[in-house]
């Protein structure tokens, strides 16, 4: 089974570009949006990310909705605990094949990583 896994250098998720989620609106509060605008940059890419590592700045201090966990899905989305695998395995292929293209090395080393 497939187990979803975040993968180091990446930063897919890092591309914030507000035209490819035109329905933001729906699962950010307002203090959110504000937020989530304010991170981007250039390009469309989180001003908080190092392009050199694909890593977070501010990993530990990341906000809510840059976090994959239970009750953040449920309360954004809606998805319950035990669909969240699958979900963000769907959420993160999705992503990635935006940004870096469906044959890219990123997808490959994804796809390795949760076992697909």
């Given at each position: 089974?497939?187990?979803?896994?975040?993968?180091?250098?990446?930063g897919a998720?890092?591309?914030?570009?507000?035209?490819?989620?035109?329905?933001?609106?729906?699962?950010?509060?307002?203090?959110?949006?504000?937020?989530?605008?304010?991170?981007?940059?250039?390009?469309?890419?989180?001003?908080?990310?190092?392009?050199?590592?694909?890593?977070?700045?501010?990993?530990?201090?990341?906000?809510?909705?840059?976090?994959?966990?239970?009750?953040?899905?449920?309360?954004?989305?809606?998805?319950?605990?035990?669909?969240?695998?699958?979900?963000?395995?769907?959420?993160?292929?999705?992503?990635i094949e935006?940004?870096?293209?469906?044959?890219?090395?990123?997808?490959?080393?994804?796809?390795?990583?949760?076992?697909?």
């Open positions: 089974m497939a187990t979803w896994q975040c993968v180091k250098n990446c998720c890092c591309n914030l570009d507000p035209a490819d989620r035109p329905d933001i609106h729906e699962y950010l509060t307002p203090s959110e949006l504000h937020e989530y605008m304010s991170m981007v940059g250039e390009g469309g890419w989180c001003i908080n990310l190092d392009h050199s590592t694909r890593e977070c700045k501010v990993y530990a201090n990341r906000p809510r909705f840059c976090r994959v966990q239970p009750d953040v899905f449920e309360d954004m989305y809606g998805i319950e605990q035990e669909d969240l695998n699958d979900f963000a395995i769907d959420c993160c292929r999705e992503q935006g940004v870096y293209g469906e044959r890219s090395l990123e997808m490959l080393r994804f796809d390795k990583a949760v076992g697909i």
